[in-house]
């Protein structure tokens, strides 16, 4: 009973049996494509735009302005109110206040005069948490109405109130200063004063001192700043060792609190043409490129194979002028009816219903190297649907126009690497809002789809 033997052959372990041959075959399929305007999209950003520039290639204007709160660190406090130096009143008073824009990256020139107006978010209907922003959405919405401005400024991308050294030094972090009218800040150090739960975090501070800042743009064309954080600064003074300091109380527009870009695309109905050999992409906010998926022909006469390998490559025009906006860095290719879900749900790419690619310089070309899975997946879809509702195939995609349909849309990807193996990780996806513009081969040229097949035979 303890002694066994085993007269099984081994050597066929892994090799598919001469009855069992698996084969292998490619295909070209033609597909179509066409412009699609972006005309609302999902507005929160890390970073925040102003400013107006035409595309010198497209002959399309966009436009940026934004509203932001402030964070405060959590139970902030200041010195203690007896060291605090009074005015003749004997009450607390700021020295001074400003805002500050800075910004990392700009388009234009650098000597280009702009002029900003710093708006007050209405107090009684502000930003809220609960409420996704959009790019179209109108931020005079959210002003008093009649208001005026806090404050104004005419600024250039160069401040050109620094010297040279000043501005090249490498501490320099290019910035807008807009001064802030004194009883302004003078309010909020008094508010911290009778009122420190107000300071406790920054729910309590945006929805009892500081709403937020509506930035609109009243003049000017020919820049876009990007802006990494807006802080405001409030300068007081107070006494200890018998010396006297100059202490700042700052507040940051930062992801942890609300700050959303309007951008307003004009003149782009002309881009979308159906009778020219190419698609745009556009950003920010403006335009996409609408693919529609060979599906039911891939499948004609294959339903038993399996779709090993579904590639597209996507040529970009070639771009002569060093005027023109930049080529979007990376895409991302998602199901047409799931495009607002997939950013207002925060989702990243699942490699089934949605993908991305980055820009591949040497070749002038995006390639989306397998959607073989998607390909599978809207395959399957489109029979399971025709069953439960006894619709034929030409029915389905009378009813269903979009089934088959993807579009290409210019985005942000943020990742984490793992130090100990390289290895880097989507974290999250959001719409591309820098200035980029390119065409893509398609429209009235149709692209081809490679597919290779597997079956056993």
Same mark, same amino acid.
């Given at each position: 009973?303890?002694?066994?033997?085993? *007269?099984?052959?081994?050597?066929?372990?892994?090799?598919?049996?001469?009855?069992?041959?698996?084969?292998?075959?490619?295909?070209?399929?033609?597909?179509?494509?066409?412009?699609?305007?972006?005309?609302?999209?999902?507005?929160?950003?890390?970073?925040?735009?102003?400013?107006?520039?035409? *595309?010198?290639?497209?002959?399309?204007?966009?436009?940026?302005?934004?509203?932001?709160?402030?964070?405060?660190?959590?139970?902030?406090?200041?010195?203690?109110?007896?060291?605090?130096?009074?005015?003749? *009143?004997?009450?607390?008073?700021?020295?001074?206040?400003?805002?500050?824009?800075?910004?990392?990256?700009?388009?234009?020139?650098?000597?280009?005069?702009?002029?900003?107006?710093?708006?007050?978010?209405?107090?009684?209907?502000?930003?809220?948490?609960?409420?996704?922003?959009?790019?179209?959405?109108?931020?005079?919405?959210?002003?008093?109405?009649?208001?005026?401005?806090?404050?104004?400024?005419?600024?250039?991308?160069? *401040?050109?109130?620094?010297?040279?050294?000043?501005?090249?030094?490498?501490?320099?972090?290019?910035?807008?200063?807009?001064?802030?009218?004194?009883?302004?800040?003078?309010?909020?150090?008094?508010?911290?004063?009778?009122?420190?739960?107000?300071?406790?975090?920054?729910?309590?501070?945006?929805?009892?001192?500081?709403?937020?800042?509506?930035?609109?743009?009243?003049?000017?064309?020919?820049?876009?700043?990007?802006?990494?954080?807006?802080?405001?600064?409030i300068y007081f003074s107070y006494v200890q060792n018998d010396s006297t300091y100059v202490g700042i109380a700052r507040f940051s527009a930062t992801p942890e609190v609300i700050q959303s870009t309007f951008f307003q695309n004009s003149n782009l109905s002309s881009l979308l043409r159906d009778d020219v050999p190419y698609t745009y992409l556009k950003s920010p906010a403006a335009l996409a490129t609408e693919v529609a998926l060979p599906v039911d022909e891939v499948y004609v006469g294959h339903e038993q194979d399996s779709v090993a390998r579904a590639r597209i490559i996507l040529t970009c025009y070639n771009n002569?002028?060093?005027?023109?906006?930049?080529?979007?860095?990376?895409?991302?290719?998602?199901?047409?009816?799931?495009?607002?879900?997939?950013?207002?749900?925060?989702?990243?790419?699942?490699?089934?219903?949605?993908?991305?690619?980055?820009?591949?310089?040497?070749?002038?070309?995006?390639?989306?190297?397998?959607?073989?899975?998607?390909?599978?997946?809207?395959?399957?879809?489109?029979?399971?649907?025709?069953?439960?509702?006894?619709?034929?195939?030409?029915?389905?995609?009378?009813?269903?126009?979009?089934?088959?349909?993807?579009?290409?849309?210019?985005?942000?990807?943020?990742?984490?690497?793992?130090?100990?193996?390289?290895?880097?990780?989507?974290?999250?996806?959001?719409?591309?809002?820098?200035?980029?513009?390119?065409?893509?081969?398609?429209?009235?040229?149709?692209?081809?789809?490679?597919?290779?097949?597997?079956?056993?035979?």
């Amino acid at each position: 009973m303890l002694m066994a033997a085993c *007269d099984t052959d081994t050597a066929s372990i892994g090799v598919v049996p001469d009855t069992d041959v698996i084969v292998s075959s490619t295909h070209e399929f033609p597909f179509t494509t066409r412009t699609l305007a972006l005309d609302s999209v999902v507005a929160n950003s890390s970073f925040c735009y102003l400013g107006q520039v035409d *595309d010198p290639e497209t002959g399309s204007t966009v436009k940026a302005e934004f509203v932001a709160q402030f964070h405060t660190f959590e139970d902030y406090t200041l010195p203690e109110v007896s060291s605090l130096v009074k005015n003749a *009143d004997g009450e607390v008073e700021a020295d001074s206040v400003e805002l500050r824009l800075y910004f990392s990256s700009y388009y234009g020139e650098g000597s280009n005069p702009m002029r900003v107006g710093v708006y007050e978010l209405d107090a009684s209907h502000g930003l809220s948490e609960s409420e996704t922003y959009y790019s179209d959405t109108d931020l005079s919405h959210y002003v008093p109405e009649g208001a005026q401005p806090l404050a104004q400024k005419i600024f250039t991308p160069s *401040d050109y109130s620094l010297s040279e050294s000043e501005r090249t030094s490498t501490t320099h972090y290019d910035n807008v200063r807009i001064r802030i009218p004194k009883p302004f800040g003078t309010n909020i150090l008094r508010s911290a004063i009778e009122h420190p739960e107000f300071f406790k975090d920054s729910w309590q501070f945006t929805h009892n001192v500081l709403p937020g800042f509506y930035f609109k743009l009243q003049g000017g064309t020919g820049t876009m700043l990007k802006l990494n954080v807006s802080a405001l600064n409030i300068y007081f003074s107070y006494v200890q060792n018998d010396s006297t300091y100059v202490g700042i109380a700052r507040f940051s527009a930062t992801p942890e609190v609300i700050q959303s870009t309007f951008f307003q695309n004009s003149n782009l109905s002309s881009l979308l043409r159906d009778d020219v050999p190419y698609t745009y992409l556009k950003s920010p906010a403006a335009l996409a490129t609408e693919v529609a998926l060979p599906v039911d022909e891939v499948y004609v006469g294959h339903e038993q194979d399996s779709v090993a390998r579904a590639r597209i490559i996507l040529t970009c025009y070639n771009n002569f002028s060093d005027n023109t906006f930049g080529t979007p860095s990376t895409l991302l290719m998602v199901k047409k009816n799931e495009r607002k879900s997939f950013f207002n749900n925060h989702r990243l790419a699942d490699d089934i219903t949605s993908f991305t690619t980055t820009f591949e310089s040497a070749y002038n070309t995006y390639t989306f190297s397998n959607i073989s899975r998607l390909m599978a997946h809207l395959f399957h879809e489109k029979q399971e649907g025709m069953k439960a509702e006894g619709l034929t195939s030409e029915q389905w995609n009378v009813k269903y126009p979009d089934w088959n349909r993807v579009v290409l849309i210019p985005v942000t990807v943020t990742t984490v690497t793992n130090q100990s193996t390289g290895v880097a990780t989507q974290v999250g996806i959001s719409h591309d809002f820098s200035l980029t513009s390119t065409r893509l081969v398609g429209g009235t040229r149709p692209q081809t789809m490679q597919v290779v097949y597997s079956s056993y035979r």
